[in-house]
């Protein structure tokens, strides 16, 4: 059975810091493309950001592209997402999900077979 646990979230102050980290049970996760999505309350969940098995590419989000940074490290079957220059409309639960059918990771959440249950990230203005 595929299990993907994040952790990492919590409160921070604008301008702050945090890191999520994403580790996989039952997966592969060396050979899957990954992302991170979140979801707001009362709004749809949206991509944050995806890479490949290799890491050698990523995508982000524009509103995230420059402070976010996706890694991974397939030795440990963990994938991280490092959020720099927090702000308060990054408020939401972060999900992280694999593809295991494609190595390259996608901004489309279908494209998705397995998700975390995700975990609270507050920014404080």
């Not at 299990?3 to 409160?11: M, T």
């Not at 301008?15 to 999505?37: D, K, T, Y």
């Not at 050698?56 to 524009?62: K, P, S, W």
């Not at 030795?75 to 997402?81: E, I, Y």
Request: include cysteine; glycine fraction near 12%; charged fraction near 20%.
């Amino acid at each position: 059975q595929v299990h993907l646990v994040e952790s990492g979230g919590g409160l921070a102050q604008a301008g702050g810091s945090l890191r999520l980290s994403c580790a996989a049970s039952g997966l592969a996760l060396s050979i899957c493309g990954m992302g991170w999505f979140r979801q707001a309350p009362g709004k749809e969940r949206e991509f944050v950001a995806a890479i490949s098995w290799t890491g050698d590419v990523t995508y982000y989000a524009d509103s995230v592209r420059g402070r976010f940074t996706i890694s991974r490290d397939n030795a440990k079957s963990t994938v991280d997402l490092q959020m720099n220059t927090l702000k308060p409309e990054d408020t939401a639960v972060y999900y992280c999900a694999a593809d295991p059918r494609s190595s390259y990771g996608s901004r489309w959440d279908y494209e998705y077979q397995y998700w975390g249950s995700g975990t609270q990230v507050t920014v404080s203005s």
